[in-house]
């Protein structure tokens, strides 16, 4: 899926005359059709690796002030989806490890209807099944029981979390946007004086990028 920031490089070239090659040949790559692939795949998606986009960003002297700009906009809008998805209503349910690197699901009796019941109720399936439990009380919550019934632990999910084994089954990931989220790094370039959108890129000793934790396209070291 294109973000904002992904989004906004097509329109550069295309106000500053250039075709994809003469965008390439402007980053010093020689296999001209392997990096304008490269480069629609960012556009479209997202994602792209962190080498090259520095070099594209340079070559179409789009600046930091733009960049981080868009990397903001991008944020913002997947902290408010995230937050909406999250708190969306789902059905407590119990997840427990069958077998090594097998997790099932099972019912909570219709019941119970306090977190304490539940918690009760998961307790005394791990140590009956002496089974490591999770009780899934949200898409934000949920508690792990040792093989023993013992309360170990209260998970709480966080935008662009990563995911454990059991998440497949137990704790479903918010599917869109295809925000690569925290723990990935957002490219910037220092050009000085902000943005030159006329500029040709910058000579390998004169560019600087730096790299800090965001939830914008996915950039990849």
Do not use: C
């Not at 080498?51 to 906009?73: H, M, N, R, S, Y």
């Not at 427990?96 to 539940?118: C, N, Q, S, Y």
Request: proline share 7%; net charge positive.
């Amino acid at each position: 899926m294109a973000t904002n920031l992904s989004s906004y490089f097509p329109r550069t070239p295309l106000a500053l005359g250039l075709r994809p090659g003469d965008v390439v040949r402007r980053m010093g790559y020689k296999s001209i059709a392997g990096t304008a692939n490269k480069i629609i795949r960012f556009e479209e998606t997202g994602d792209v690796l962190a080498d090259l986009f520095t070099k594209l960003a340079i070559a179409l002297g789009i600046g930091q002030p733009t960049i981080d700009g868009l990397v903001e906009e991008d944020r913002r809008k997947y902290l408010q989806e995230w937050n909406a998805w999250a708190n969306e209503p789902v059905e407590p349910k119990i997840i427990f490890r069958a077998i090594p690197g097998v997790f099932l699901g099972h019912p909570i009796p219709e019941d119970l209807k306090t977190p304490e019941e539940m918690e009760q109720y998961a307790a005394d399936f791990a140590k009956r099944t002496h089974a490591k439990t999770w009780l899934v009380l949200s898409r934000r919550l949920r508690i792990y029981f040792t093989e023993d019934g013992t309360k170990r632990e209260v998970q709480e999910a966080a935008p662009g979390q990563t995911k454990r084994a059991v998440d497949a089954t137990g704790w479903e990931q918010k599917k869109v946007p295809v925000l690569r989220g925290f723990g990935y790094f957002s490219p910037s370039t220092n050009l000085r004086g902000g943005d030159r959108a006329n500029e040709t890129a910058r000579p390998q000793g004169e560019q600087s990028f730096q790299e800090r934790p965001t939830m914008n396209s996915q950039v990849r070291s």
